[in-house]
């Protein structure tokens, strides 16, 4: 494996008049070039990752995912000669991405034996149903496409563009990161990024206090050598506090003051205050601390609740750390009698080991996770376009998208009918639109084939599903509002008036629907009573018919009357999942590809 000299703490020299914000797009594009080089290639051993693990979080979801993994790989989209695996984890109850990590280090030592001691692995913890962004619900975040590429970007190609110059300087090992988010950043030329020292190392990223309240927060230890500020700088943690409050941070020494000559000197981001924090995004462990982690799954046997790789591993490390976090609850999805017990042997486990930090001065860190951040990147936020080169419309054929002054439309891998509008604030993608179609703003639309009359009201979701039911091949259409909580649960049929469908009372939906409160109502525990467990949405045997049925649902919410669903079979989303039929979906997207590409082929020949 290639090893370059160390530039530890020394920063690159910068380009006279370059701006924070012109050297972070110039970084981006070059990486982005540099992956596009080796999609369909094969790649010399050292150059790449040797293992690139997916985590799914059931057979269902493996099979997607194992699916569109070998067609990426048939359509030479990523590079080749690397070993790609998709990890499911083990029946029985949830165990979070922490419990998942685990079970990947059995999963690599089982496949590999004694030779996964020897390799660089990434791992991209994709396993969960995405309830906050419903359109990745079936086929995942880790394949949600992005505005911008030939063949277009999905994150599965984002995550491995801007990670590309990590393995090579990188001693055996995991890289750990999650699905939904984008990391950019610049560092001097001669800089480099190293993973190799022993324990965890993580990246840190310059965030807002208010940021810094809903991630990982490092404490670091006083610097010996560093007088200015750098790019990039190497640096120890005294402790890690998982989304602390502001006075916490303050008080634990973890706040910094930004100073302008940084700033001049094309360091750090110009939107921050003068306060700001470091905050996480993804970490490493060399092989050492793999093989530790190993040994503990091994002796724990089944995990009965959920671990958080970032909340539980990095909470116990650092010679600051305390065993307070233990006990404390409270940014626990689920409360587990376990959870303590396991927590106190992952703070004895891990005591003492090196929290090694990458400040990078000058980076972005985005979160893709929600319906309102999806629409927020792809449409309105200027600079992650400008940085990333986004465009209003990819791998379409489209009118002329509306624009205003703040946002446009972002439209991917669809048709639509020159007479069809989409506002601005509004995303389209994997669909087909006829000419009646008007799209209001701030809606997404996302794997539908619409050819009948219809406005979409602003703030609409909607999702199109292929299901296998009993051998045949059916449909149901999703349809929310954008600002509908899917995750929202209560626990009593008596409470389901606290749930809100397009802002109005669930019960008050169900009247009109002429739907009565009954356990039989909702799929799955029925402790567990929300909008991702109703059985509201209808199963048809057409396309056409399950949009034309779930518009109807919409508009007698939206006018208040009333549209009888007594009559159909009726699904909730989370059953409407079980029944997914990837491969017909997958099919329509294959379908659009072959007409666009011909169109766009006949456009050349034309001009």
């Not at 619900?137 to 590309?164: C, E, H, N, R, V």
């Not at 600051?320 to 927590?343: F, M, P, W």
């Amino acid at each position: 494996r290639k090893r370059a000299r160390d530039t530890r703490g020394r920063g690159g020299a910068m380009p006279v008049g370059a701006g924070p914000e012109s050297l972070l797009s110039r970084a981006t594009q070059k990486r982005l070039e540099k992956f596009a080089q080796l999609r369909g290639k094969i790649v010399p051993a050292g150059e790449f990752w040797d293992v690139v693990v997916i985590t799914a979080v059931d057979k269902k979801q493996e099979i997607a995912y194992q699916q569109q993994l070998s067609e990426k790989l048939k359509r030479k989209q990523l590079p080749l000669g690397v070993h790609y695996h998709v990890f499911v984890d083990p029946p029985g109850p949830k165990i979070g991405n922490g419990g998942s990590t685990l079970h990947v280090l059995q999963c690599l030592e089982e496949h590999y034996g004694d030779k996964w001691d020897s390799l660089t692995v990434i791992l991209i913890h994709s396993g969960g149903y995405s309830q906050r962004l419903p359109n990745a619900s079936a086929l995942g975040k880790i394949f949600t496409a992005l505005p911008f590429g030939d063949p277009i970007y999905q994150m599965l190609d984002l995550k491995l563009a801007m990670y590309i110059d990590f393995p090579i300087q990188m001693n055996p090992g995991m890289l750990i990161t999650c699905a939904d988010d984008i990391e950019l950043y610049n560092i001097g030329e001669t800089d480099l990024i190293r993973f190799d020292q022993p324990g965890f190392t993580a990246l840190a990223h310059p965030s807002s206090l208010t940021i810094g309240m809903t991630h990982g927060v490092f404490v670091l230890e006083p610097s010996s050598h560093l007088t200015e500020k750098r790019q990039l700088e190497y640096r120890s943690c005294n402790r890690f506090l998982h989304k602390p409050s502001i006075e916490s941070m303050h008080q634990s020494g973890a706040v910094c003051l930004i100073s302008q000559s940084s700033l001049s000197e094309g360091v750090g981001d110009s939107t921050l205050n003068s306060e700001y924090v470091y905050t996480d995004s993804l970490f490493y462990i060399d092989h050492a601390t793999a093989k530790l982690l190993l040994t503990f799954y091994k002796q724990m046997g089944k995990l009965c609740c959920e671990i958080d790789a970032y909340g539980d591993f990095l909470q116990a490390l650092g010679p600051g750390a305390t065993q307070d976090y233990v006990k404390n609850i409270e940014n626990v999805s689920k409360e587990e009698s376990c959870l303590v017990e396991i927590r106190e042997k992952i703070f004895r486990l891990l005591k003492g080991l090196p929290l090694n930090v990458i400040l990078l001065n000058n980076s972005k860190f985005y979160h893709i996770g929600t319906t309102h951040e999806y629409l927020f990147h792809f449409t309105s936020d200027r600079k992650l376009k400008s940085e990333m080169g986004l465009l209003p419309n990819i791998f379409s054929i489209c009118p002329k998208s509306a624009k205003d002054l703040e946002k446009s439309a972002c439209i991917i891998h669809s048709i639509l009918s020159p007479m069809s509008s989409v506002e601005p604030g509004s995303l389209v993608e994997y669909s087909r639109l006829g000419s009646e179609v008007s799209v209001g703003t701030n809606s997404i639309i996302s794997g539908c084939c619409i050819d009948t009359k219809v406005h979409l009201p602003p703030n609409t979701f909607i999702t199109t599903l292929s299901m296998r039911i009993d051998g045949g091949l059916m449909y149901a259409s999703i349809v929310f509002g954008i600002d509908d909580n899917l995750k929202k649960n209560v626990t009593k049929l008596s409470d389901v008036h606290l749930l809100h469908y397009f802002g109005v009372s669930l019960g008050e939906c169900l009247e009109l629907w002429g739907l009565r409160v009954s356990d039989q109502l909702f799929s799955g525990h029925k402790s567990a009573l929300g909008l991702w467990t109703v059985r509201i949405f209808p199963v048809c045997s057409t396309v056409n018919d399950s949009v034309e049925v779930s518009l109807r649902i919409l508009d007698s919410v939206k006018n208040m009357s009333p549209f009888q669903l007594g009559g159909f079979k009726l699904l909730s989303v989370e059953e409407i999942l079980c029944y997914k039929d990837i491969e017909d979906m997958l099919k329509f997207r294959q379908q659009l590809y072959e007409e666009i590409t011909l169109q766009k082929l006949k456009e050349k020949s034309d001009s």
